[in-house]
Structure formats: structure tokens, C-alpha cells
């Protein structure tokens, strides 16, 4: 399973480096989105696809019974989650403003840095 996971990781960085590398600002943004989401996936797959059940305490317990799922790596996803679709607003507002300050909707053609 590691293996087929660290392809389709490979897969998603090397398709979003692509995007980020063209003029487009569409294909810039959706090249960001496949990098977090590749990301998103190293770390799953870095803490270990191991299945379990959820990190519940019994009542009168002092730590989960049998073996368990790690919830550090679901809690990290989950902030990157939301730094990256911070990340793609702030990117989307920014693309939009140069556009419509410049004219020009092509990054190669961004000259100025007004």
C-alpha cells in the first residue's frame, strides 16, 4: 500500500510543480492545489497506514485499549487543510487584483510591480 501511495504522491507533486511552472493564473492555482494535496498525503503516509480504531479512553481507563489509530498526523492534516486553503483564497484575491490592475490575465506578460 506504501508503495502505490508514494506513486500517486509523486504523481500529484510532479503534475503540481508543472502547473505551477505555467503562465496561466488558473493553472497556477490548481498547481498549488495538487501540492497540498500531495503534502496532505506525505504526512498520512509518513505516520504509518496502520488501521485501528479511533483513541477513545474507556470510563475508568487510563489509556485506549488495544491497538489504536495515531491522531497527531489526522490534527497536523487537518491544520494543513486549512493553512492551504488559506493559501489558495489569498492567491485567488491576488491573481484576480494583478489582473485587473495590469490587464493582462498571463504571468509571463506581468511586467510591472505596481
Known amino acids: 500500500m506504501e508503495l502505490l501511495m508514494a506513486i500517486v504522491i509523486?504523481?500529484?507533486?510532479?503534475?503540481?510543480?508543472?502547473m505551477l511552472l505555467r503562465p496561466s493564473p488558473v493553472k497556477l492555482a490548481i498547481g498549488l492545489g495538487l501540492l497540498t494535496n500531495a503534502v496532505n498525503l506525505l504526512i498520512f503516509v509518513a505516520a504509518g497506514l496502520t488501521p485501528g480504531r479511533a483513541p477513545l479512553v474507556e470510563a475508568g481507563a487510563v489509556r485506549p485499549a488495544g491497538s489504536f489509530a495515531d491522531p497527531l498526523p489526522q490534527a497536523l492534516i487537518l491544520t494543513a487543510?486549512?493553512?492551504?486553503?488559506?493559501?489558495?483564497?489569498?492567491?485567488?484575491?491576488l491573481l484576480r487584483r494583478a489582473a485587473e490592475t495590469l490587464g493582462v490575465d498571463n504571468l509571463d506578460d506581468m511586467r510591472s510591480t505596481d
Do not use: Q, S
Request: cysteine-free.
Open 81 to 93: 487543510i486549512v493553512i492551504a486553503f488559506g493559501v489558495l483564497a489569498f492567491t485567488l484575491v
Open 10 to 18: 509523486g504523481g500529484l507533486y510532479a503534475a503540481g510543480i508543472f
